[in-house]
């Protein structure tokens, strides 16, 4: 079993082009974490003695750094087990605390599933809610957004970075016109924490979303801002101990938020030349890909994106297809397996994109640890697969995968 | 002098004359209204939690942060919470009225 184990225990093979999926944790987050696991084990919330103080002052630093990189006060940050759990506490906390006179909740059609799922769920509740279209760049109408919320709104919640297409939306703006109608700005920023400037301060957010996974930190672990001057009240999810000034009951898992506090930490001092160094990677991986394919369109807004993200649409080439034939490439579509087909990718149907181009996209998200090599290597194997399903014929619009 | 309505946990109001100067706390100790204020005054604890009247909250100033903090760990929060020892009585406050939370959490106790 043990050997069995060992024996796997090694990389896939590839290039990993899928960052905004997950990271692999930086290795000195991981050195950062290990003695938390055995030597300084205790209870964080153990009082009484110097193990429990041990672990206490870790999470505290841990708090203190991750508060660091967004601007806040430490006791503004919860630690929760990740940004699903952290954007369920935020919609429906803020919604059901505050339901008797703000019964109303809006969010974006391109929002993460866990923010429209807590969304759905507060409709079910009989809260008024209301899902907004983006425009076809991906950014919401502030105009319609203005119109839309009012004083009986309690929370409005848009993400900071798009998952699939890579689009920043206009922060400061939405927070403005949330704080004029006294209504909390909600800020799912799992993709944006630690890979742009984030202040929560100056753009004005009251709740923002983090996760650890999403930038070189370990998996299970995320936090949410609660920002504490206006106080922003949340009804618990989770009932128990009172922990995280009784917003989220339960031990906190202290080498996660000590590895979550590194990540946070590296990504402060390194943020400005890792976005420079992504940012030509793409480049790289964009202008290689158009030299040798014609066909290629961009979704999303060409600019206001965040550095790491190209989503493509290979012209007549299905998606599935295209992934499928490049095994050693790992990248992904925004599409879903229901049981009865594949369905496109929701997102970008949002953006009112054709479904056969919406069929024909992939998302590339370079990361820390890629290479100019791994991404000439992507652009190689695209080129030769995109050009020999299309000789082939596997057009998106009849989805029949070539080898049939 | 300025009158104060207090809404007990069954819902029967209860109207008492308001000395100027004391607090919310201090004047339900004084008619026997079912208040607590374990730490009498001192902001270490939320047992005398108290939910103002909507058309009141907005009359009565900010809470301090320490108020907020004691306020998050208080049961039964609703949007216009306070604690009844940082509500002083003034002639403005003149026909204020706070309900009793329906639980009280008390960590001195």
């Known amino acids: 079993m043990a050997e069995h184990a060992t024996s796997k225990n090694r990389r896939p093979p590839g290039v990993y082009l899928d960052n905004q999926a997950t990271t692999p944790t930086d290795p000195r987050v991981v050195e950062a974490m290990l003695p938390f696991f055995t030597e300084r084990f ?224 590296i990504a402060a001092a390194e943020m400005e030349g890792e976005s420079a160094r992504i940012s030509a990677l793409k480049t790289r991986l964009l202008e290689g890909i158009r030299g040798r394919l014609s066909g290629v369109s961009l979704n999303g807004h060409a600019t206001q994106r965040i550095a790491g993200n190209l989503n493509l649409a290979f012209e007549g080439v299905d998606a599935e297809a295209l992934m499928r034939a490049m095994p050693g490439l790992a990248v992904s579509s925004g599409s879903a397996c229901t049981s009865a087909a594949v369905e496109p990718s929701y997102v970008l149907t949002a953006l009112g994109l054709p479904e056969a181009r919406a069929r024909s996209s992939i998302r590339l998200a370079v990361g820390r640890f890629n290479t100019e090599a791994e991404i000439d290597a992507a652009v190689a194997e695209l080129a030769a697969q995109v050009a020999r399903l299309r000789r082939e014929g596997s057009a998106a619009a009849d989805y029949s995968p070539v080898f049939q | 002098m300025p009158k104060l309505t207090f809404i007990e946990k069954d819902g029967n109001r209860k109207e008492v004359d308001a000395p100027l100067g004391l607090s919310v ?42 108020e907020e903090d004691m306020l998050d760990l208080a049961f039964g929060l609703a949007p216009t919470s306070r604690l009844g020892c940082q509500i002083v009585m003034t002639e403005d406050l003149d026909g204020l009225v706070v309900a009793l939370p329906k639980e009280v959490n008390n960590m001195l106790g």
Not at chain 1, 134 to 160: I, N, P, R
Not at chain 1, 235 to 254: C, F, K, N, V, Y
Not at chain 2, 38 to 51: D, N, Y
Not at chain 2, 56 to 66: C, Q
């Open chain 1, 42 to 265: 205790g209870n964080p919330h153990s009082t009484a003695h110097a193990f429990g103080w041990d672990a206490e002052e870790a999470v505290e630093q841990a708090r203190g750094q991750l508060a660091a990189l967004i601007g806040a006060s430490p006791r503004e940050v919860i630690f929760t087990s990740g940004a699903t759990e952290s954007n369920n506490l935020a919609i429906k906390g803020a919604a059901r605390f505050h339901r008797e006179r703000r019964p109303h909740a809006v969010t974006l059609a391109s929002e993460h599933k866990c923010v429209l799922e807590s969304v759905e769920q507060l409709a079910r509740e009989g809260h008024r809610v209301d899902v907004l279209p983006v425009g076809a760049d991906g950014l919401v109408d502030l105009d319609l957004l203005a119109e839309t919320v009012t004083e009986e709104t309690a929370v409005v919640s848009v993400m900071a970075v798009n998952n699939e297409i890579g689009v920043i939306q206009p922060l400061a703006e939405i927070a403005a016109l949330c704080r004029d109608k006294g209504a909390y700005f909600h800020c799912d920023a799992a993709q944006a924490v630690g890979k742009m400037p984030l202040d929560v301060a100056a753009l004005g957010i009251d709740l923002l979303s983090i996760s650890g996974h999403k930038f070189y930190g370990p998996k299970g672990i995320g936090a949410l801002y609660v920002r504490r001057r206006p106080r922003v009240r949340l009804e618990a999810l989770i009932d128990g101990g009172g922990q995280e000034r009784g917003l989220r009951s339960g031990t906190l898992a202290t080498p996660l938020c000590v590895g979550l506090g590194a990540a946070a930490a």
């Open chain 2, 25 to 66: 706390m201090e004047i339900a100790h004084r008619f026997d209204i079912d208040i607590e204020g374990a730490c009498e005054g001192s902001l270490a604890c939320a047992t005398c939690h108290v939910i103002v009247d909507e058309a009141w909250y907005g009359k009565l100033g900010e809470p301090s942060e320490d």
